[in-house]
């Protein structure tokens, strides 16, 4: 009787899994699809595009699109290497500043910690506005056209900090940081030596959300960042060969010219590729380390 239970059980499990299977399968199908057609509508020729619409391979291969925004045109070549230094830099800033203010506030020799982590959560639930934010940057810091003005915002995020913070705190016994200074280690060497390489998880996941923040980062650089700049970062000159492309089209609507022979469409689609392909290479260099990132950050401690 109980063999009978056993494999009734053991079936009846193999049906769960397999249901479940079947629905995340569904699930990634659903996401991947929208961009296998943003990726094909890209390299579609327009006039195909709109008449027939999106199709799931190009029906008529074309290169025009990227063509119209690549060829002689250094400038998106040099908005793709300020956007690529910024993400960078930052990400690595931010993650050295993030891990060692969350390795602070859980060590319990820090008596300040509490009134620190409250005045953290409390950014988190107010902010100064726009208006403030901008006069800070600008009249009081001088970052009016300087990268530094997209830069420094989004150094820190008192999400990522208290992530961090509980990473280290459920993960990393306080018994080892007290053996490293007991053998002579100060605390920063401590958390330089012996915390930081042991945060992996915690530092792949935050360090992927840093970066994606500072890829796609737009709305800072459009505040701070003029036209007397020459090269903008990626997104926000995309955003605006988009406008171009859509004043074109507005403009040129009630005039004799075949609109399927402007690339208007597939340039939207070819930009969209180009601002998401780099940062897709990122996922899978840090997915060993994301869920284990993401569900020991976030134990309430």
């Not at 399968?25 to 094909?40: E, G, H, Q, R």
């Not at 902010?127 to 300087?146: A, C, D």
């Not at 958390?191 to 994606?212: E, H, Q």
């Amino acid at each position: 009787m109980m063999k009978k239970n056993k494999k009734k059980d053991d079936f009846s499990g193999r049906v769960i899994r397999l249901i479940g299977y079947f629905f995340i399968a569904l699930l990634a199908i659903s996401c991947l699809l929208p961009f296998i057609i943003m990726v094909s509508a890209s390299f579609e020729s327009e006039k195909v595009l709109v008449l027939e619409g999106y199709h799931l391979l190009p029906k008529q291969f074309s290169t025009f699109a990227y063509e119209v925004i690549l060829s002689g045109n250094s400038e998106i070549v040099g908005s793709y290497v300020v956007t690529i230094m910024l993400t960078v830099a930052g990400t690595s800033i931010g993650l050295f500043i993030t891990s060692m203010t969350g390795y602070v506030l859980q060590r319990p020799d820090f008596h300040r910690r509490n009134f620190i982590s409250l005045f953290l959560f409390f950014t988190t639930l107010f902010s100064g506005g726009l208006v403030p934010f901008y006069l800070l940057m600008t009249r009081y810091l001088h970052l009016k056209n300087n990268y530094l003005a997209v830069l420094l915002p989004s150094l820190i995020s008192a999400w990522n900090i208290i992530m961090m913070k509980n990473f280290i705190r459920n993960s990393i016994p306080h018994s080892i940081s007290e053996a490293a200074e007991i053998d002579g280690a100060s605390p920063f060497v401590t958390f330089i030596k012996v915390i930081f390489p042991m945060s992996k998880p915690a530092l792949a996941t935050i360090g992927l959300f840093i970066g994606l923040g500072y890829w796609n980062e737009w709305y800072n650089s459009m505040l701070f960042l003029d036209t007397s700049v020459k090269f903008r970062p990626l997104q926000l000159l995309l955003y605006n060969l988009i406008n171009r492309a859509e004043y074109l089209k507005n403009s040129l609507a009630g005039q004799n010219i075949q609109m399927q022979d402007l690339p208007l469409e597939t340039v939207k689609m070819a930009t969209a590729v180009l601002a998401t392909g780099p940062i897709i290479l990122a996922y899978p260099m840090v997915q060993k380390y994301f869920i284990s990132g993401i569900t020991v950050g976030s134990v309430k401690g």
